[in-house]
């Protein structure tokens, strides 16, 4: 046995790739085809989503896992029934003391728990994203289309070796093509702040000066974070697959991945008004049943969802302080049980 | 499944060939589809559904887990770039192990230290199996795993790249200088030294033989 026969046969193996994880893959990719270029981003009033540095990639990849229906490939049996017991949603580890300007963080993360903490200010001009990980993150690519590093530079934070890029890339604002696009400025702080624990913040606006950055850097603290949009229960047997800004949080049947529940905060101009929520969904075959949910009216529909042939239940329904929240659900949860879940639902924005 | 279809063997002459309903010719080529998503971008999935298996086992035996995340943005980048994909340069599926293989650059660390531990945990004892000749095979593979994961982690990051696009990812020196962009003699020099390292760090472990890579 040579060498190269060597490495095929006994040097390291491959995980396999799972169907999520193909999935998310095969969604971001969709999303990068379906998208215009440049990199674009929407309005600040509209969902924060797309942070498209050179770090972002993997986050495209989980927010379009999160929204886009995985391909039809996985193992498994839907269930037709669940079971709700109590569930306790996954933190981000760090938080900043101070925290700058009274911002509050929007958290992206999985099962595993929060990665992103992205800290805008009100109109998205001004802010600064925390990413945390095993691993650290790829530096600003400039092979990557629209990217261009202006400078690299050794610097320390809390006595660890740190490095600091700056760098800017093509932004767009808005929903139509060619609007709203220039370049937008960034400066990219990574550095391994404990064992296995890397840290990366990039800032843009007002917290991109290199005093700003390293001032962030070391005001981070162990203090777990919760997420912004929590539950209380969750199907026996299912996990968090992905959350997102804030506002959405999907769960997946570990039995079955093609089975899922979305929770949505959708922004205001995305309500649909109460009486008119059977008409904005896709696939009703159900009549809109009026409900009641933190103590308010909302709106219960059964619906084809169009895919595998499940049926779900699509829920609109607030929270105490009137901000709207939906739900979809399978139909293996009981009439009862999805009412029983939205009452858990809370959001903290 | 050879021996069953042996075994099953049927005595009456071969049926005429069932025509297939969609001939394998008359699927578009990886280079076709390409071209064609330039125009028609949602034709790149299918590039996807044909690669993505291939692509992530070979991150996936360089960084891990981390192989989900970098399928994806090897796929995006490769995306971004249809326009410049050039077939008279290189096939598709090399063209992908090489982004894979810059993508992989930003991780050389993570990549590192995998193998490094991998080397680590190879040094511990395993389980035996029940039948004597599958233990054999486990104990050879065993022994090997070991110091093939250090002599990874102590190649240089460029030596890595050409030696793993060869022996996992099925290149050829000319594909490897494409997608590396470097002449196929700097190739040949990489593989020269990894090989001669990787060897080395096997030591008695297991015996060299050349194969028709060597003249590829």
Do not use: F, K, N
């Given at each position: 046995m040579n060498e190269l026969t060597a490495l095929r046969e006994a040097g390291p193996e491959a995980p396999a790739l799972s169907s999520a994880a193909r999935s998310a893959a095969r969604a971001a990719l969709l999303a990068e085809i379906d998208g215009p270029a440049p990199a674009r981003r929407r309005k600040p009033s509209r969902r924060t989503t797309l942070r498209l540095g050179a770090a972002g990639v993997a986050v495209a990849a989980a927010w379009t896992a999160a929204v886009v229906i995985a391909a039809p490939d996985g193992p498994g049996t839907p269930a037709d029934s669940v079971t709700l017991v109590d569930f306790t949603m996954p933190t981000f580890p760090l938080s900043l003391d101070p925290v700058p300007d009274g911002l509050r963080p929007a958290f992206d993360g999985d099962g595993d728990g929060a990665s992103i903490a992205a800290y805008d200010d009100p109109t998205g001009e001004h802010g600064f994203t925390l990413y945390v990980g095993d691993d650290e993150s790829p530096r600003p690519d400039e092979d990557v289309a629209g990217v261009e590093v202006a400078a690299v530079e050794e610097v320390s934070v809390d006595g660890r070796d740190a490095e600091l890029v700056r760098w800017s890339q093509d932004w767009c604002t808005g929903d139509g093509l060619g609007e709203d696009c220039g370049r937008r400025a960034f400066t990219w702080l990574t550095w391994e702040r404990s064992e296995d624990q890397w840290v990366t913040?990039?800032?843009?606006?007002?917290?991109?000066?290199?005093?700003?950055?390293?001032?962030i850097a070391r005001s981070l603290v162990d203090r777990p974070q919760p997420a912004t949009l929590d539950i209380g229960l969750a199907p026996a047997g299912w996990s968090v697959q992905f959350f997102k800004t804030g506002r959405v949080l999907t769960l997946v049947n570990d039995a079955y991945e093609q089975q899922e529940i979305t929770v949505h905060v959708p922004l205001p101009e995305d309500v649909a008004p109460?009486?008119?929520?059977?008409?904005?969904?896709?696939g009703p075959i159900g009549?809109?049943?009026?409900?009641?949910?933190?103590?308010?009216?909302?709106q219960l529909v059964l619906v084809d969802t169009g895919y595998l042939d499940q049926r779900g239940w699509f829920l609109q329904a607030q929270f105490t302080d009137g901000t709207t929240f939906t739900l979809q659900v399978p139909d293996a949860f009981t009439q009862e049980q999805v009412l029983e879940f939205a009452e858990q639902v809370t959001h903290r924005p | 499944?050879?021996?069953?279809?042996?075994?099953?063997?049927?005595?009456?002459p071969p049926p005429d060939p069932v025509p297939l309903w969609a001939l394998p010719s008359a699927l578009p080529t990886d280079a076709e589809l390409i071209a064609r998503s330039t125009s028609e971008p949602e034709q790149f999935t299918a590039l996807f559904d044909r690669h993505a298996a291939a692509v992530h086992r070979y991150l996936g035996r360089r960084v891990g887990d981390l192989a989900d995340d970098l399928l994806s943005e090897t796929f995006l980048i490769a995306f971004r770039r249809r326009a410049a994909?050039?077939?008279?340069h290189v096939e598709?599926?090399?063209?992908?192990?090489g982004i894979a293989t810059h993508v992989v650059h930003g991780h050389e660390r993570t990549e590192r230290r995998r193998y490094r531990t991998l080397a680590k945990a190879a040094g511990q004892p395993e389980e035996h199996a029940a039948d004597p000749a599958e233990a054999a095979d486990r104990i050879d593979a065993q022994a090997l795993r070991g110091p093939l994961a250090g002599a990874l982690a102590a190649l240089e990051p460029r030596d890595r790249d050409a030696l793993l696009l060869l022996a996992w990812g099925d290149l050829s020196y000319a594909e490897i200088a494409a997608v590396l962009d470097v002449p196929v003699g700097t190739v040949r020099s990489r593989l020269?030294?990894?090989?001669?390292?990787?060897r080395t760090a096997l030591g008695d472990v297991s015996p060299s033989s050349d194969t028709p890579e060597e003249t590829r």
């Open positions: 913040i990039e800032a843009h606006g007002r917290y991109r000066t290199s005093e700003q950055v390293l001032a109460a009486d008119q929520v059977r008409s904005s969904i896709m009549p809109q049943l009026d409900v009641v949910v933190h103590g308010r009216p909302a | 499944m050879v021996g069953l279809r042996s075994a099953h063997r049927s005595i009456d994909y050039r077939p008279q598709v599926r090399p063209w992908l192990l020269h030294r990894a090989r001669r390292q990787t």
